[in-house]
């Protein structure tokens, strides 16, 4: 029962967080939302049985079941990667970014002074600083959207040898 | 010993093979060459390795392996069987074409470029062959981070909202996945599919639980309701990546869907009109909303989500007919989706856009990306003699069998107006006459993105008369009225691949279909597939 209520209370306060502007509240929702998720499992194995789930270091009625375990580990590490993953998508880009305001976007907090864009520290490691790659243009929803020509015109540009 | 005793313990080495050469790719650290060797080897190697499947299953036989020797029932199974195979050879195909044109765009020369695809192929390849639910779940997300890592170097130039909106989706969706795997263990007490197989029918608990699994994998295949991420994310990267994820992600969700509604649900009649109801709508909503798009790849885009209605329908109706079907259009539309990815975005590199206003007279400047686009987009529409012909008429064929008139009358419709819209890509970028800047924009945009040397050696390549004078030397000879912008061959070739095999799998589709008659019949009655796990 208290599993039951605390996967509800989880996945409410997920969907609220969801249904927030802002792309840190929105990954603080997938937080919630994975716990849930994680809970659920647990509640899966049946979680009265708490016993070591060795075989012959105890009765088999009162060993817990170490699959739900297992999967949760590993469902723990997928999410951990993709929330953190996330987190740097959101201080990534303070233009063309229509989760906040720009005062207050993590980026700006972050690097106070600073109007880059995505070619700061987290993105230069994927070795894209080559220049090499489409610059395409688009608008989104608001129009406002022009490329990011001036962008592409900081990126470092690999002469052909 | 034979075939069928050797292959099944070398199945983990599809996964394997592929994450340890993107591992090596990855430590490549100067030489791009090494990289492109190790990544074109390898998939020319799953490609092999999935032909010789396709050979050993085309009679149905069903391969499997429990990894690392565990008993039955406590070991995660790796199951081929036709349909397996079948979507494993595509995609591998795939996989080349799209390297190939990411080679020629230079984007395949980033560092993490083809260790990215790797990862992503050994993802795919475990996707397809486990036989295990939650191991399913790990292997979609094995085939997402590096989607994820494709998707931001994109953004790094194109802006990161396109890859917020994939991550979170996927993220939800994954989420809901694991819900839905969870329910099925605590209702059926087992995630094998082997084991759960009819587990829905005989009781209704499992049967929600699998709907949950279903909706989850639904929102990973783009289905109508739950299809607007795609719409907003695919045109947002590069042209390479949108081929390879067109042909990739929403795919092995199909394959999913098809596997678990054909195990889980052994086929049960109960919820087929769901599943009838839904591809309806996706037909319809993904090829209307085709209509109000500007560029050539949103509305491929949106066509792929009207043909993902056509292919649910195999699974709508699962019947021999209706399955064979699907699976046949499942085949043909990896293929010919990708080559209309592939030409449109050898246009789209380089004359700098993809916007239909922008671009025009293609037809005599680039006749080869105009064949092949052609033989495409009458494939994807449905026309003789090409495979989208044969897939066609086969599930709308298959439809009138069951007597489910309504859907047959979508489908047919649906159709013509994938092929107007077709035409709406033909006059407004190969008719007509080029606007009068296309050239300067053309190379504009060349130069911002290689730089102005590389507009020389190019211009030096092509016409040795322009290599005198100053760097500017293409844009004078453009403002002379001389031509200095066309499509490279090694763009235009990937695309051409594809095409050239639409059309052979229209003029041969009888092999094809006779493969996807063994796939359906393998989903059909799966006796084969449990038997082949227990005693693996």
Do not use: C
Not at chain 1, 25 to 53: C, E, K, Q
Not at chain 2, 187 to 206: H, S, W
Not at chain 2, 251 to 278: M, P
Not at chain 2, 289 to 306: D, N
Request: proline share 4%.
């Amino acid at each position: 029962m208290s599993i039951a209520i605390a996967v509800g209370l989880l996945t409410a306060a997920a969907v609220y967080l969801f249904m927030q502007r802002g792309m840190v509240r929105i990954v603080l929702g997938f937080v919630l939302a994975s716990h849930a998720a994680n809970l659920m499992l647990f509640a899966a194995g049946n979680t009265a049985f708490r016993d070591v789930p060795y075989i012959g270091s105890g009765e088999v009625g009162e060993q817990a079941d170490p699959l739900p375990q297992a999967f949760v580990l590993t469902a723990i590490v997928i999410a951990f990667s993709i929330t953190m993953f996330m987190v740097t998508l959101a201080i990534t880009t303070t233009r063309d970014d229509d989760t906040e305001d720009e005062e207050e976007s993590p980026a700006k907090v972050l690097a106070p002074g600073s109007t880059a864009d995505t070619d700061d520290a987290a993105f230069s490691d994927l070795d894209t600083a080559s220049g090499e790659i489409a610059v395409e243009t688009y608008k989104d929803e608001t129009g406002v959207g022009q490329p990011n020509l001036e962008h592409a015109e900081r990126m470092p540009k690999e002469e052909e040898k | 010993m034979s075939l069928t005793e050797i292959l099944p313990p070398l199945l983990p080495l599809l996964v394997g093979v592929p994450l340890l050469m993107g591992a090596i790719g990855a430590a490549v650290r100067k030489n791009k060459r090494i990289r492109h060797v190790i990544s074109l080897g390898t998939l020319a190697g799953l490609l092999a390795f999935s032909i010789l499947l396709v050979v050993v299953t085309h009679d149905g036989t069903v391969l499997a392996h429990q990894v690392g020797m565990w008993d039955y029932g406590i070991s995660i199974p790796f199951v081929v069987d036709a349909l397996s195979s079948l979507v494993l050879m595509i995609i591998s195909i795939l996989g080349i074409a799209s390297v190939l044109f990411a080679m020629a765009t230079h984007e395949a020369r980033a560092r993490f470029y083809h260790p990215f695809v790797l990862v992503l192929m050994a993802g795919v390849a475990g996707a397809l062959m486990t036989g295990d639910i939650f191991n399913l779940f790990v292997f979609i997300e094995v085939m997402l981070l590096p989607s994820y890592g494709l998707l931001a170097m994109m953004g790094a130039k194109l802006g990161a909202h396109g890859a917020r909106i994939y991550v979170s989706v996927n993220l939800l969706a994954s989420t809901l996945l694991l819900i839905g795997i969870a329910l099925v263990y605590a209702t059926a007490g087992t995630v094998n599919l082997a084991e759960l197989r009819g587990a829905a029918v005989e009781d209704p608990a499992v049967a929600v639980a699998g709907g949950v699994v279903l909706t989850a994998i639904s929102i990973k295949a783009a289905v109508v309701p739950v299809h607007g991420w795609l719409t907003r994310t695919y045109p947002m990267t590069s042209p390479a990546v949108t081929t390879l994820f067109s042909g990739i992600h929403t795919k092995v969700a199909i394959y999913a869907i098809y596997r678990i509604y054909s195990l889980l649900f052994d086929g049960d009649e109960k919820f087929l009109w769901v599943a009838l109801l839904v591809t309806s709508l996706t037909m319809l909503i993904g090829v209307l909303g085709a209509i109000g798009e500007k560029t050539t790849r949103s509305i491929l885009v949106f066509h792929m989500i009207s043909q993902i209605g056509y292919i649910l329908i195999g699974v709508g109706l699962f019947t021999g007919l209706g399955l064979t079907a699907g699976i046949f259009y499942l085949l043909h539309h990896m293929i010919v989706k990708a080559s209309l990815f592939l030409s449109t975005g050898a246009i789209e590199e380089t004359y700098g856009t993809g916007e239909i206003d922008k671009l025009g007279g293609m037809l005599k400047r680039e006749p080869l990306i105009a064949v092949t686009f052609m033989v495409a987009a009458l494939s994807l529409a449905g026309l003789p003699p090409f495979s989208g012909f044969v897939a066609k008429f086969s599930i709308i064929q298959a439809t009138l069998e069951q007597s489910h008139y309504w859907v047959a009358a979508v489908a047919v419709l649906v159709s013509v107006f994938t092929l107007l819209s077709m035409l709406k890509i033909w006059t407004g970028v190969f008719m007509g006459s080029a606007p009068k800047d296309l050239e300067e924009r053309a190379l504009a945009y060349q130069e911002r993105m290689h730089g102005k040397r590389y507009l020389r050696v190019q211009a030096q390549a092509e016409s040795p008369t322009l290599t005198i004078g100053p760097p500017t030397a293409t844009m004078s000879a453009v403002l002379a009225g001389e031509r200095a912008v066309k499509v490279p061959m090694k763009l235009i070739i990937p695309g051409m691949l594809l095409a050239a095999i639409t059309l052979f799998f229209g003029l041969g589709a009888e092999l094809l279909m006779t493969l996807s008659e063994t796939a359906a019949e393998n989903l059909l009655n799966p006796d084969g597939y449990v038997e082949a796990v227990s005693n693996a």
